[in-house]
């Protein structure tokens, strides 16, 4: 690896690392690769004791410019991107259409509340379960939503009536069954 593009666009020489930060930023990849989770790839590139701190404890503006620092964060930024969780760069314009007043969370969020997989959220939604909106790569679910199937996970059993299925982000008006568990 002696050269990389970033995301936007700029590409950067590696060939002044040394052989341990190459194997840094190989290792990284091959992380982003097996499908750590972006918060984990993060940590790992750029968080405490990564080597792309060069030793400090905390950022500073020389190791922001570093080669190896932008390229651990640009690793970072792409799995970020693949999960979902950052909007890519050419899906920038969908940005102020997202809204600001924080009612909507992300799939990963709402996994975390309900106790499910990203999986199993992702079911929910297609499944119509879950209220939930497409910005670009970014799909972003309804606070309310998630509250109101945490409730029906947690009563257990059907519902019968339409205005459980539309709180949860269902427009149908048929009944719908909530499976406990996962």
Not at 11 to 19: D, F, N, Q
Not at 138 to 152: E, F, G, M, P, W
Request: proline share 2%.
């Amino acid at each position: 690896m002696k050269r990389y593009r970033l995301l936007c666009g700029e590409t950067v020489s590696l060939e002044g690392l040394e052989v341990r930060d190459v194997a840094f930023l190989k290792n990284l990849q091959r992380m982003a690769k097996d499908g750590i989770s972006f918060f984990e790839l993060e940590r790992v590139a750029i968080g405490p004791g990564s080597p792309a701190l060069q030793g400090w404890s905390r950022v500073t503006r020389e190791i922001v410019s570093s080669s190896l620092y932008r390229v651990a964060a640009d690793i970072a930024t792409r799995a970020g991107i693949v999960e979902g969780l950052i909007l890519a760069p050419e899906h920038e314009d969908k940005r102020t259409q997202v809204p600001a007043d924080r009612s909507l969370m992300s799939v990963t969020q709402a996994a975390n509340s309900l106790g499910i997989s990203r999986a199993a959220v992702h079911k929910a939604i297609q499944q119509k379960r879950l209220a939930a909106q497409r910005y670009g790569n970014v799909i972003l679910v309804s606070r309310d939503a998630v509250q109101q199937y945490k409730k029906q996970r947690s009563g257990g059993g059907a519902r019968s009536s339409s205005s459980g299925a539309q709180a949860a982000g269902g427009a149908s008006s048929e009944t719908v069954l909530v499976a406990k568990g996962r």
